[in-house]
């Protein structure tokens, strides 16, 4: 969430942060840092800060949503932190399964899927639906907890629930919004051109769109998705384009590294966010842009090191260079602590490598 405090700073607010990663502590846009070390649950320094009257709370992290979603959080105060409207839209937030239910019933379109808790489940499912198909397990994130199957005799499941789906043979978007109350406030549109670590992982390389060249249908399936899941906040939207229809099957309702990207192409979602709290305005088609042709934008931590240095796709253009204090954490982590992990892991005993990963814990968090 490197580039969430300057947005939003832009947007009106004055930010306070509570993270395990001392970097926003260094950011010249947080008003107030508050360091929770990792794997120590946030809930005690939520609890103590929700009393502060916020205007916006923001979870930015799958499992800190899971966390105050099992917390014994009241119901008011849960509402109050996870990016939905009322307690029956909390049976989508991070399950795909609860995911899949709901889009059935609003009837919107999503790749065939069925609900399976075993293997045997798995399998009867995947014949049913034809061969090749995803099993997804029910909660997960960042590709993980995702397998392709292309043959009976490959199956192989774990534990359920899981999420049976048919794979299908298009191009993937991410139509990554904001919403509040329901309705759509912004959105961007992407063509995810690369991956980072893995066939599922997170993009690395996309061509954006401007929201002026976005056909009326999208915002209109990106309203009924915003309606029937009752989002408040920001939230990552993935789906598959086949032709023309796009088959929706991945909503987490948290920020990604992409969050202000759309700034590049002039649809800045700072104003919109300025305009929803002064005067509730919501976006419709449709919408001006300022610039008329797609773009491709790098994530510049998830290129290689040579591309980095290289300037390819431009990707100095993209580092948070208005926020000196987290520019330097950024650069120091990527180009020294990071790789000297790799190499560290690689040359020593495996009975070091513990120490090590403790070790670069703390240059990493410093």
Known sequence: MWFLPEMLTRAGFWVDVIGSSRCLRHSRFVRRFDFVPSGVSLIPVVVERIREKYDWIIPTEDDTLRELLQSELSLEDKLRVLPVQREEHFSHLFSKVGLAKIFAAHGIQTPPSRVAHNQEEALAAAEELGFPVLLKQDASNGGLGIDEWTYPSWVRAGQGPFLVQKKLDGVELDLSGIFFEGKLVHFAHSKIERVWGGKYGPSSLRTYTPLSLVPREIFEE????????????????????????????????????????????????????????????????????????????????????????????????????????????????????TPLKQFCLRVAPPKYHAPLRRLYKKLFFW
């Open 222 to 337: 990106l309203s009924q998705i915003g309606r029937a899941l009752g989002l408040h906040g920001f939230t990552t939207i993935s789906c598959m384009q086949v032709g023309q229809e796009r088959f929706y099957f991945e909503v987490d309702v948290r920020p990604n590294v992409w969050v202000s990207y759309s700034l590049f192409l002039g649809d800045d979602p700072a104003p919109r966010i300025r305009n929803w709290f002064a005067q509730r305005e919501t976006l419709h088609h449709p919408a001006s842009s300022s610039s008329s042709q797609q773009r491709v934008f790098p994530y510049l931590f998830r290129l290689k090191h040579w591309e980095v240095l290289c300037n390819r796709y431009r990707s100095w253009h993209f580092l948070p260079k208005g926020d000196p204090g987290v520019l330097l954490w950024l650069l120091i982590s990527f180009f020294f602590t």
